[in-house]
């Protein structure tokens, strides 16, 4: 059997605000397989953005465990956590979150520059991944040029350029009009079964979940 790309077995967290103790996570269960678009849904309070938090290694659990490609992260060091968001992860923003100064091509190019990719595998890879997202010929362009569809195309390529185990995207398609939603969607579900990518998005909008490979409901931190 395949290893998930994201397991989360029993995990539970809590936040505090001021003398109050919310349950945000209830023991939840849940794996994402690669290549697996998983689309989260529920009410503000639900859940959604907790389990973003902790798949993308930006928040760590009160309890339970979560693997990675296998590996268990629940006591790893800051500095482990940060070179595993940086080499095997993806995010997509509602706000897309692109640098305006940059060109299209220098912000897809930027994470393998953290990287330490060398330039001219970075300038193949850049060109690689804007043809796939249908921006070749903008790669010189500035994002405040383009449309809010293309920004987020911009950014799906910039997720997945360091061709990723897994992507997290919260909200992406909620600036988003109706026909650059599925444009944007068909692309999200292309490429991330195209490259193995598994993706775990937060979502209200009816339009993505219709096109994801499964659907996770959550009510006050727990799965439906």
Known sequence: MNTPVVALQGVHKTYRLGEH??????????????????ALTGPSGSGKSTILNLCGLIDTADSGDIELNGQRINGLSEDELTLLRRDAMGFVFQSFNLVPVMTVAENVDYPLFLAGVPAAERRERVAAQLAAVGL????????????GGQRQRVAIARALVKRPKLVIA????????????????????????AEGAAFVIATHDSRLTRRCDRVVALLDGRIQ
């Open 21 to 38: 103790v919310i349950p945000a996570l209830q023991g939840v269960d849940l794996s994402v397989a690669r290549g697996e678009l998983l």
């Open 136 to 147: 070749a010929d903008h790669a010189h362009h500035r994002p405040d040029a383009l449309s």
């Open 170 to 193: 919260d909200e992406p398609t909620a600036s988003l009009d109706s026909h650059t939603a599925d444009q944007v969607l068909d692309l999200m579900r292309e490429r991330g079964h």
